[in-house]
T-cell receptor, first 112, second 114 residues
């Protein structure tokens, strides 16, 4: 599926680093999402953006900061992360309510 | 109580047999139901979506929804080794205009043995 792309695909960072994850969707969708997938845990919704406006923040720590400059791009800025933040971070997009969400390939993050 | 529950498995199925996966959800107002397949190390990919009570068939896959009993199931006919993956059930809440909060179950791992 090349409709949703994510970069980088792999990231190793120290706890004092600042990095950003990027997501781009080429499907003309209006909503974009960030999910976290840790080992042996269900997919956890982090943030929802609809028409560039944040509509959901699922009690995510402030060390994760999302940015949505337009309906096609979504960023997740990372700073002062903890080792327990190591996970697969997935971006998804959908046309709107009730519509199917399509996932990007994910960024595998390791925090040392 | 978990919002979306699945048996974690693994569900071991002989090649050519039918794999039956179940999912229950707690929010009676849920509107949309999805099955995703996720191979190890990969992102989820959509298999089926279902919105109304009853069965929906797509190739070897059949999704069944029973809103009164709050469960949704997935049948995989003629299972192939390539069907070995984790299957995620996902459910949305009541309709709202601003995006679509999708709640995932923990997934059922399926192993199809040749």
């Amino acid at each position: 599926e090349t409709g949703v792309t994510q970069t980088p695909r792999h990231l190793v960072m120290g706890m004092t680093n600042k990095k950003s994850l990027k997501c781009e969707q080429h499907l003309g969708h209006n909503a974009m999402y960030w999910y976290k997938q840790s080992a042996k845990k269900p997919l956890e919704l982090m943030f929802v953006y609809n028409f560039k406006e944040q509509t959901e923040n699922n009690s995510v720590p402030s060390r994760f900061s999302p940015e949505c400059p337009n309906s096609s791009h979504l960023f997740l800025h990372l700073h002062t992360l903890q080792p327990e933040d190591s996970a697969l971070y997935l971006c998804a997009s959908s046309q709107g309510a009730r519509e199917t969400q399509y996932f990007g390939p994910g960024t595998r993050l390791l925090v040392l | 109580q978990k919002e979306v529950e699945q048996n974690s498995g693994p569900l071991s199925v002989p090649e050519g047999a039918i794999a039956s996966l179940n999912c229950t959800y707690s929010d009676r107002g849920s509107q949309s139901f999805f099955w995703y397949r996720q191979y190890s190390g990969k992102s989820p990919e959509l298999i089926m979506s279902i919105y109304s009570n009853g069965d929906k068939e797509d190739g070897r896959f059949t999704a069944q929804l029973n809103k009164a009993s709050q469960y949704v199931s997935l049948l995989i006919r003629d299972s192939q080794p390539s069907d070995s993956a984790t299957y995620l059930c996902a459910v949305t809440g009541p309709i709202k205009a601003a995006g679509n909060k999708l709640t995932f179950g923990g997934g059922t791992r399926v192993l199809v043995k040749p």
